[in-house]
T-cell receptor
Framework: QQQVKQSPQSLIVQKGGIPIINCAYE??????FPWYQQFPGKGPALLIA?????SEKKEGRFTISFNKSAKQFSLHIMDSQPGDSATYFC????????????FGKGTMLLVSP | DTGVSQDPRHKITKRGQNVTFRCDPI?????LYWYRQTLGQGPEFLTY????????KSRLLSDRFSAERPKGSFSTLEIQRTEQGDSAMYLC?????????????FGPGTRLTVL
Protein backbone atom coordinates (compact mmCIF):
# COMPACT_ATOMS: atom_id res chain seq x y z
CA GLN A 1 0.00 0.00 0.00
CA GLN A 2 1.49 3.28 -1.15
CA GLN A 3 0.93 5.73 1.66
CA VAL A 4 2.14 8.82 -0.22
CA LYS A 5 1.13 9.21 -3.86
CA GLN A 6 3.07 11.72 -5.96
CA SER A 7 2.33 13.14 -9.40
CA PRO A 8 3.35 13.76 -12.07
CA GLN A 9 6.13 11.26 -12.62
CA SER A 10 7.99 13.75 -14.82
CA LEU A 11 7.59 17.38 -15.76
CA ILE A 12 9.16 19.69 -18.32
CA VAL A 13 8.84 23.47 -18.02
CA GLN A 14 10.54 26.41 -19.61
CA LYS A 15 12.82 28.69 -17.64
CA GLY A 16 10.72 31.09 -15.60
CA GLY A 17 7.74 28.74 -15.48
CA ILE A 18 6.08 27.49 -12.28
CA PRO A 19 6.20 23.70 -12.00
CA ILE A 20 3.70 22.22 -9.56
CA ILE A 21 4.16 18.79 -8.00
CA ASN A 22 1.32 17.19 -6.08
CA CYS A 23 1.19 14.64 -3.29
CA ALA A 24 -1.64 12.92 -1.48
CA TYR A 25 -1.48 10.89 1.69
CA GLU A 26 -3.78 8.42 3.40
CA UNK A 27 -2.56 8.14 6.97
CA UNK A 28 -4.16 10.87 9.07
CA UNK A 29 -1.47 10.36 11.70
CA UNK A 30 1.06 12.06 9.41
CA UNK A 31 1.85 15.52 10.73
CA UNK A 32 5.10 16.55 9.07
CA PHE A 33 5.47 16.93 5.31
CA PRO A 34 8.92 17.67 3.85
CA TRP A 35 10.05 18.00 0.27
CA TYR A 36 13.44 16.73 -0.82
CA GLN A 37 15.50 17.56 -3.91
CA GLN A 38 17.87 14.98 -5.36
CA PHE A 39 20.49 15.47 -8.05
CA PRO A 40 22.00 12.48 -9.89
CA GLY A 41 24.62 10.72 -7.78
CA LYS A 42 23.67 12.62 -4.64
CA GLY A 43 21.52 11.91 -1.63
CA PRO A 44 18.22 13.75 -1.14
CA ALA A 45 18.47 17.22 0.43
CA LEU A 46 15.68 18.87 2.42
CA LEU A 47 14.12 21.82 0.58
CA ILE A 48 11.19 22.89 2.71
CA ALA A 49 8.77 21.28 5.15
CA UNK A 50 5.30 22.06 6.48
CA UNK A 51 3.15 21.01 9.42
CA UNK A 52 -0.66 20.78 9.15
CA UNK A 53 -1.36 23.82 11.31
CA UNK A 54 -0.58 26.11 8.34
CA SER A 55 -1.93 26.08 4.79
CA GLU A 56 1.09 27.57 3.05
CA LYS A 57 4.80 28.02 3.61
CA LYS A 58 7.30 29.90 1.47
CA GLU A 59 11.06 29.70 1.45
CA GLY A 60 12.70 31.64 -1.33
CA ARG A 61 11.30 30.44 -4.65
CA PHE A 62 9.76 27.31 -3.11
CA THR A 63 6.21 27.23 -1.73
CA ILE A 64 4.27 24.37 -0.14
CA SER A 65 0.48 24.49 -0.20
CA PHE A 66 -1.30 22.18 2.23
CA ASN A 67 -4.94 21.06 2.26
CA LYS A 68 -5.60 19.08 5.42
CA SER A 69 -9.21 18.14 4.61
CA ALA A 70 -8.22 16.78 1.20
CA LYS A 71 -5.04 15.20 2.58
CA GLN A 72 -3.04 16.79 -0.20
CA PHE A 73 0.00 19.01 -0.43
CA SER A 74 1.93 20.48 -3.31
CA LEU A 75 5.24 22.12 -4.16
CA HIS A 76 5.43 25.19 -6.38
CA ILE A 77 8.73 26.46 -7.74
CA MET A 78 8.57 30.12 -8.74
CA ASP A 79 10.71 31.48 -11.57
CA SER A 80 12.18 28.04 -12.23
CA GLN A 81 15.78 27.84 -13.45
CA PRO A 82 17.72 25.15 -15.32
CA GLY A 83 19.62 24.52 -12.06
CA ASP A 84 16.34 23.37 -10.52
CA SER A 85 16.37 20.35 -12.83
CA ALA A 86 16.38 17.43 -10.40
CA THR A 87 14.13 14.77 -8.91
CA TYR A 88 11.77 15.99 -6.21
CA PHE A 89 10.32 13.77 -3.51
CA CYS A 90 7.51 14.52 -1.13
CA UNK A 91 7.50 12.69 2.16
CA UNK A 92 5.43 12.35 5.29
CA UNK A 93 6.13 11.47 8.88
CA UNK A 94 4.31 11.05 12.18
CA UNK A 95 5.19 12.44 15.59
CA UNK A 96 6.07 15.90 14.25
CA UNK A 97 8.87 14.49 12.13
CA UNK A 98 10.39 12.33 14.85
CA UNK A 99 9.14 9.16 13.17
CA UNK A 100 10.55 7.67 9.98
CA UNK A 101 9.90 9.24 6.58
CA UNK A 102 7.56 7.72 4.00
CA PHE A 103 8.48 8.99 0.53
CA GLY A 104 6.54 9.41 -2.68
CA LYS A 105 7.93 7.92 -5.88
CA GLY A 106 9.45 11.17 -7.07
CA THR A 107 9.00 13.67 -9.89
CA MET A 108 11.77 14.22 -12.40
CA LEU A 109 11.77 17.94 -13.29
CA LEU A 110 13.51 19.36 -16.33
CA VAL A 111 13.68 23.12 -16.73
CA SER A 112 14.64 24.01 -20.27
CA PRO A 113 16.74 27.15 -20.91
CA ASP B 1 33.30 18.22 4.77
CA THR B 2 31.05 17.76 7.78
CA GLY B 3 28.11 16.06 6.08
CA VAL B 4 27.07 12.43 6.18
CA SER B 5 29.63 10.22 4.47
CA GLN B 6 29.20 6.71 3.11
CA ASP B 7 31.74 4.15 1.99
CA PRO B 8 32.08 2.68 -0.52
CA ARG B 9 30.21 4.79 -3.06
CA HIS B 10 29.87 1.86 -5.43
CA LYS B 11 30.00 -1.87 -4.88
CA ILE B 12 29.71 -4.62 -7.47
CA THR B 13 29.43 -8.14 -6.14
CA LYS B 14 28.41 -11.57 -7.27
CA ARG B 15 25.23 -13.20 -6.08
CA GLY B 16 25.76 -15.06 -2.84
CA GLN B 17 28.58 -12.86 -1.56
CA ASN B 18 28.39 -10.79 1.61
CA VAL B 19 28.81 -7.03 1.51
CA THR B 20 29.21 -4.39 4.22
CA PHE B 21 28.60 -0.66 3.95
CA ARG B 22 29.68 2.05 6.34
CA CYS B 23 27.99 5.33 7.26
CA ASP B 24 29.55 8.17 9.23
CA PRO B 25 26.86 10.57 10.44
CA ILE B 26 27.19 14.25 11.13
CA UNK B 27 29.10 14.66 14.37
CA UNK B 28 26.91 14.52 17.47
CA UNK B 29 23.79 13.49 15.57
CA UNK B 30 22.10 10.97 17.80
CA UNK B 31 19.89 9.32 15.19
CA LEU B 32 21.07 7.35 12.18
CA TYR B 33 18.77 5.94 9.50
CA TRP B 34 19.24 3.50 6.65
CA TYR B 35 17.05 3.69 3.54
CA ARG B 36 17.05 1.79 0.26
CA GLN B 37 16.28 3.45 -3.06
CA THR B 38 15.66 1.58 -6.30
CA LEU B 39 15.54 3.18 -9.74
CA GLY B 40 12.53 5.39 -10.20
CA GLN B 41 11.40 5.07 -6.60
CA GLY B 42 11.64 7.13 -3.46
CA PRO B 43 13.80 6.01 -0.56
CA GLU B 44 12.28 3.24 1.57
CA PHE B 45 13.00 3.06 5.28
CA LEU B 46 15.03 0.06 6.49
CA THR B 47 16.05 0.75 10.08
CA TYR B 48 17.17 3.46 12.47
CA UNK B 49 19.28 3.87 15.59
CA UNK B 50 19.08 6.33 18.42
CA UNK B 51 22.62 6.41 19.75
CA UNK B 52 23.63 2.72 19.77
CA UNK B 53 20.12 1.31 20.16
CA UNK B 54 18.34 -0.03 17.08
CA UNK B 55 14.81 1.24 17.67
CA UNK B 56 12.90 0.21 14.56
CA LYS B 57 13.28 -2.21 11.66
CA SER B 58 11.18 -2.29 8.52
CA ARG B 59 9.69 -5.55 7.27
CA LEU B 60 11.89 -4.89 4.21
CA LEU B 61 14.88 -5.77 6.39
CA SER B 62 15.05 -9.53 5.88
CA ASP B 63 17.15 -11.76 8.08
CA ARG B 64 19.99 -11.47 5.55
CA PHE B 65 20.36 -7.81 6.54
CA SER B 66 21.96 -6.66 9.76
CA ALA B 67 22.88 -3.20 10.95
CA GLU B 68 24.98 -2.06 13.87
CA ARG B 69 25.99 1.18 15.48
CA PRO B 70 28.29 -0.11 18.19
CA LYS B 71 29.45 3.12 19.80
CA GLY B 72 26.64 5.39 18.76
CA SER B 73 28.78 6.98 16.06
CA PHE B 74 29.31 5.25 12.69
CA SER B 75 27.06 2.45 11.50
CA THR B 76 27.49 -0.58 9.28
CA LEU B 77 24.90 -2.35 7.15
CA GLU B 78 25.73 -5.91 6.14
CA ILE B 79 23.91 -7.96 3.54
CA GLN B 80 24.61 -11.67 3.59
CA ARG B 81 24.14 -14.00 0.63
CA THR B 82 23.30 -11.14 -1.72
CA GLU B 83 20.57 -11.57 -4.32
CA GLN B 84 20.01 -9.67 -7.55
CA GLY B 85 16.99 -8.03 -5.95
CA ASP B 86 19.31 -6.37 -3.44
CA SER B 87 20.70 -4.14 -6.20
CA ALA B 88 19.83 -0.61 -5.13
CA MET B 89 21.19 2.61 -3.69
CA TYR B 90 21.60 2.35 0.08
CA LEU B 91 21.21 5.73 1.73
CA CYS B 92 22.19 6.74 5.22
CA UNK B 93 20.78 9.77 7.00
CA UNK B 94 21.40 11.31 10.39
CA UNK B 95 19.53 13.75 12.59
CA UNK B 96 19.70 15.47 15.93
CA UNK B 97 16.49 15.13 17.92
CA UNK B 98 17.45 17.95 20.27
CA UNK B 99 16.34 21.48 19.51
CA UNK B 100 12.73 20.77 18.62
CA UNK B 101 13.17 19.38 15.13
CA UNK B 102 14.43 16.23 13.48
CA UNK B 103 15.66 17.19 10.02
CA UNK B 104 17.26 14.20 8.36
CA UNK B 105 20.48 14.86 6.43
CA PHE B 106 21.28 12.28 3.78
CA GLY B 107 24.62 10.97 2.61
CA PRO B 108 25.49 10.37 -1.06
CA GLY B 109 24.60 6.69 -0.87
CA THR B 110 26.28 3.41 -1.74
CA ARG B 111 25.17 1.95 -5.06
CA LEU B 112 25.13 -1.85 -4.92
CA THR B 113 25.05 -3.98 -8.05
CA VAL B 114 24.61 -7.71 -7.61
CA LEU B 115 25.55 -9.72 -10.70
Amino acid sequence: QQQVKQSPQSLIVQKGGIPIINCAYENTAFDYFPWYQQFPGKGPALLIAIRPDVSEKKEGRFTISFNKSAKQFSLHIMDSQPGDSATYFCAASKDSGYSTLTFGKGTMLLVSP
Amino acid sequence: DTGVSQDPRHKITKRGQNVTFRCDPISEHNRLYWYRQTLGQGPEFLTYFQNEAQLEKSRLLSDRFSAERPKGSFSTLEIQRTEQGDSAMYLCASSNTGGGHNEQFFGPGTRLTVL
